[in-house]
């Protein structure tokens, strides 16, 4: 089955410094790639997400990129501010109703 | 659109007694819908895929007769973790695909607590 592993574990930035987060899946079956962000006690919120079709997507900030050959996606958020403070998870799936594989999660810390 | 509830958002239940989670898609029909636990400072694990209409699609490791679902219609699917344990005490989470069968949203979460 496809494996995600997800790095680093923990990321202290200073506020207005970028962050990047780093993923790499197993199975080049999988096509849709999502980004959610955990707040403590609260559901994953989707803050972006990338299909295999595609080599990088921006939203504002926020930006993801693909390396299908290479089997591993980025999440770049730039201008950081104490409110992305959170746990941040990407995912891999196969799309077409399959289940998401999740990455064991980035704790990232803006620091004001 | 493409809300997922659940009830309840937290239960404390005693050890040897059953709980049942609801897992509600209330603007979209979901005919798959994926449940998922998570204990602190880890990620999503998921248990089980809920199918309407069929037996439910269980990981590796998890309990089938522990950890009981039942995908009822098109919009409810319920966990009920039985003969509950304190290791049983985690977040359990749902979630339901979009109509485009890529995205997931996901419940709120249940937070359950064995004493």
């Known amino acids: 089955g496809e494996n995600v592993e997800q790095h680093p574990s923990t990321l202290s930035v200073q506020e207005g410094d970028s962050a990047v987060i780093k993923c790499t899946y197993s199975d080049s079956a999988s096509n849709y790639f999502p980004w959610y962000k955990q707040e403590l006690g609260k559901r994953p919120q989707l803050i972006i997400d990338i299909r295999s079709n595609v080599g990088e997507k921006k939203d504002q900030r926020i930006a993801v990129t693909l390396n299908k050959t290479a089997k591993h996606f980025s999440l770049h958020i730039t201008e950081t501010q104490p409110e992305d403070s959170a746990v941040y998870f990407c995912a891999a799936s196969m799309g077409n109703f399959n289940k998401f594989y999740f990455g064991s999660g980035t704790k990232l810390n803006v620091k004001p | 659109g493409a809300v997922v509830s659940q009830h309840p958002s937290w239960v404390i239940c005693k050890s040897g007694t059953s709980v049942k989670i609801e897992c509600r898609s209330l603007?979209?029909?979901?005919?798959?819908m994926f449940w998922y636990r998570q204990f602190p400072k880890q990620s999503l694990m998921l248990m089980a895929t809920?199918?309407?209409?069929?037996?439910?699609?269980?990981e590796q490791g998890v309990e089938k007769d522990k950890f009981l679902i039942n995908h009822a219609s098109l919009t409810l699917s319920t966990l009920t973790v039985t003969s509950a344990h304190p290791e049983d005490s985690s977040f359990y989470i749902c979630?339901?695909?979009?109509?485009?069968?890529?995205?997931?949203?996901f419940g709120p979460g249940t937070r359950l607590t064995v004493t």
């Open positions: 979630s339901a695909p979009g109509t485009s069968g890529s995205e997931q949203y």
């Open positions: 603007d979209f029909q979901a005919t798959t």
């Open positions: 809920s199918n309407e209409g069929s037996k439910a699609t269980y």
